[in-house]
């Protein structure tokens, strides 16, 4: 069988669903299936093989799933390193009458262009006198094709259009072969053609509520006129949404009423807690002034207490200073969970349980706003400053990190004082 000759060569890729479109091309196009998703129906089966030159097409058709109605030949650069172009020509205008001939059921056959050369630079010795002569035969070819193309019937030239990249950006290192960049591209073309040709059986939206059996949701009849608005459909269909079965739903008077009735029975527990959040509710934005000033203060302790910055070489002090500042603001951010639970000096005369209730709901709102806001102001600061000094030597290195951590404390001091006029609570925070 010429399948079982080939198999030892071939490399193939099927989507999870009979395709109908196959891509058979060479080894330019091994890696294609990586970008597309087995489980889409616009998804084509992969058939590649090492070296494959145009007469090796008839073969390759047996790997061709019977659904398939549409094939992408990417076929032609072996044959263009060792023949003519008129020869090549002749071979892709046989392998159409063969396609034609053997697999009736394909309909539409695309023929894609031989991608250009780069020099290899794998090689010691150039290869560009090859590379040149390559491409200038290749320009004259992919013309020559097109207008096959044209001659032929249901048959269509793509154009990858890569002579417009830098050969550096779409080809590997061979010159050859595309790289991840030239795979992506080639990619996007096969799945947007793939995906023209599926449009007429995508299911279009509607600007308006689908009618009758359509609408699953509501066991109703089919009805002559569509229903504009949702509320429309509830007042047409009143009476199934109140029974299904043996089960009747509350009318909307029915829930609103028991609702009241549930609201009236609220515990005194329930009144004090609200009463004890909707307190603690204005206070929220100076306790969280104060804890990201405490945190600031805390990270510009932490660094000017680390000695091991003035011995860092100038290649790693940028990234280990940083790396110790995040450090700094997690240790200084975990800190808040001890001092926190001295907040609540203004709701001794509630209940134990309220006021455990609400510190457990409303401190770590308080701790995730200061930490979010006092990490985003760190990471303000380090820019700003790192970016305006140019670092020379030790000494300058150490006056960068120096000012850094003066300024925090000075903008930690300030928040703090902010936050206190604001009358903040109390918050037990060592800096030491």
């Not at 109908?20 to 089966?45: E, M, Y």
């Not at 290899?120 to 290749?138: I, P, Q």
């Not at 004890?276 to 509710?281: C, I, P, R």
């Not at 110790?324 to 000096?345: D, E, F, L, S, Y």
């Amino acid at each position: 069988m010429a399948a079982s000759n080939a198999s030892k060569r071939v490399f193939w890729k099927f989507p999870l669903h009979p395709p109908k479109w196959a891509v058979i091309g060479d080894s330019q196009t091994k890696h294609l299936f990586n970008h597309f998703d087995a489980a889409s129906r616009c998804s084509p089966a992969f058939i590649t093989q090492p070296g494959a030159k145009i007469s090796d097409l008839k073969n390759l058709l047996d790997f061709v799933p019977s659904s398939v109605i549409g094939v992408i030949l990417h076929l032609g650069t072996n044959d263009l390193s060792s023949d003519d172009i008129q020869t090549t020509i002749e071979r892709y205008a046989e392998a159409f009458n063969i396609i034609r001939t053997e697999r009736p059921k394909i309909q539409v056959i695309y023929a894609t262009l031989v991608l250009p050369r780069a020099p290899n630079r794998r090689r010691r010795s150039s290869n560009w006198r090859f590379v040149d002569k390559f491409n200038r035969r290749a320009e004259r070819f992919n013309y020559q094709l097109s207008e096959l193309c044209r001659r032929e019937t249901n048959a269509f030239f793509l154009n990858h259009s890569l002579e417009t990249y830098p050969p550096s950006s779409v080809l590997a290192a061979d010159g050859v072969h595309p790289s991840f960049g030239g795979v992506s591209i080639l990619s996007w073309h096969i799945y947007n053609l793939l995906l023209d040709y599926q449009r007429h059986f995508l299911i279009e939206w509607q600007d308006h509520l689908p009618a009758g059996d359509d609408f699953s949701r509501f066991p109703v009849q089919c009805h002559t006129q569509v229903p504009r608005t949702y509320s429309e459909v509830l007042k047409s269909h009143q009476e199934e949404y109140m029974q299904a079965g043996d089960q009747r739903f509350p009318t909307i008077a029915e829930t609103q009423r028991q609702e009241e009735e549930a609201s009236a029975e609220t515990s005194v527990e329930e009144e004090k807690t609200l009463e004890v959040v909707s307190g603690l509710q204005s206070k929220i934005s100076a306790d969280e002034a104060v804890l990201v000033g405490h945190i600031l203060r805390n990270v510009a302790h932490e660094l000017q207490q680390d000695t091991e910055l003035d011995s860092e070489t100038e290649e790693y002090f940028f990234r280990n200073f940083w790396n110790k500042t995040k450090g700094a603001v997690k240790k200084a951010c975990r800190k808040i969970k001890k001092a926190a639970k001295k907040i609540m000096p203004h709701i001794q005369n509630a209940a134990e349980d309220v006021v455990k209730s609400v510190s457990n709901a409303v401190l770590p709102i308080i701790k995730e706003k200061a930490e979010k806001k006092a990490t985003e102001l760190v990471t303000k600061f380090f820019a700003k400053h790192l970016d305006v000094y140019a670092l020379q030597d030790s000494s300058s290195r150490t006056d960068v990190a120096r000012i850094l951590c003066t300024l925090l404390d000075e903008e930690g001091k300030r928040l703090i004082e902010h936050g206190e006029k604001l009358n903040a609570h109390q918050f037990v925070f060592s800096i030491h």
